[in-house]
């Protein structure tokens, strides 16, 4: 029988559980939660002091980063300009104008103040020269569709070097990764039906990520319906889509695209994921506002008993 040992502390506004076999030394937790608290220092938009706070601080201006801010930023613009303005980084306006950074009594944006900011969301406004980095004026970098899922990415690197080969690191539910080995080549994960208490599917989840985007956690009520967090970028509302789930081998690659194809019809979901296929491993299933399910035909060999 398989015994592990389990912490958990609260990062990037989540609550992550990092999950080793019983015999592995305890102080390694305090190294391993380190890693994602430097990546939370150093490169969440909400720390003060980190590049992209500085970055958005400083709109309209190049500021001095560090290399790896250019890597990240990189792999972003890249990933980006696969979703047809579907995923922007620089969507902060929008999700301000909506209230969801607001106390005071919501109302629907008019279309007139949509448009508006819509003119200040365009990750192609971003510019990077040698290790400087620039944003529009008026623009701000959001980092909470990917840098949980980077950190957890160099945490994963961190547990392989320290000679663990079966592990488990749940980062708020929405960012799950699995290390496996030959003795445990696999862990079950529970999918839930967000439109209702039970499960949508048994996941089986091996040396890979899975990711997943959600309306029913956060969400703005104005009367008396229901708007989520996850905006599309391109019409300035929030999308009607229910849920998303993505498998990959990146975090970092599957939070990503669990975003950027959130607002995609079944059949732009397919045709997005075709392509993405020619150059990563992933598969996924999207749920509609009707609550229908598309999968990619590869992602059902992960599904290890459905529920509905």
Request: charged share 25%; glycine share 6%.
């Amino acid at each position: 029988m398989l015994v592990y040992k389990a912490q958990v502390r609260k990062l990037f506004h989540a609550h992550i559980k990092i999950k080793i076999p019983v015999f592995c030394d305890e102080g390694l937790f305090d190294e391993f939660f380190a890693v994602l608290e430097k990546v939370d220092k150093d490169y969440n938009s909400y720390s003060e002091g980190s590049f992209f706070d500085s970055i958005n601080k400083h709109a309209g201006e190049f500021v001095d980063v560090d290399s790896e801010t250019i890597h990240i930023l990189n792999e972003i613009l890249y990933l980006s300009r696969l979703f047809d303005g579907e995923y922007d980084i620089t969507v902060m306006p929008l999700i301000r104008l909506w209230g969801f950074y607001k106390d005071e009594e919501r109302v629907v944006p008019s279309k007139e103040q949509i448009e508006a900011a819509k003119h200040l969301v365009d990750y192609r406004k971003i510019e990077i020269r040698d290790s400087q980095v620039k944003i529009a004026k008026g623009q701000e970098i959001i980092t909470g569709s990917f840098m949980k899922s980077y950190a957890v990415d160099k945490l994963v690197q961190k547990i392989k070097n320290a000679g663990i080969t079966d592990a488990i690191i749940n980062a708020g539910g929405s960012t799950i990764r699995a290390i496996n080995n030959k003795v445990h080549p696999e862990w079950t994960i529970d999918v839930k039906n967000t439109m209702g208490e039970e499960d949508l599917f048994k996941l089986k989840l091996s040396n890979a990520a899975y990711s997943t985007s959600a309306q029913n956690k956060i969400f703005l009520e104005i009367n008396g319906r229901k708007y989520g967090h996850i905006l599309s970028p391109v019409s300035g509302f929030p999308s009607a889509n229910q849920q998303i789930g993505i498998i990959s081998e990146s975090c970092f690659v599957g939070d990503i695209i669990s975003t950027g194809l959130f607002n995609q019809s079944p059949p732009g979901f397919k045709e997005k994921m075709n392509l993405l296929q020619e150059k990563y491993e992933v598969s996924g299933f999207l749920v509609d506002q009707d609550n229908n399910i598309t999968y990619t035909e590869d992602f059902r060999k992960n599904i290890k008993e459905k529920i509905l």
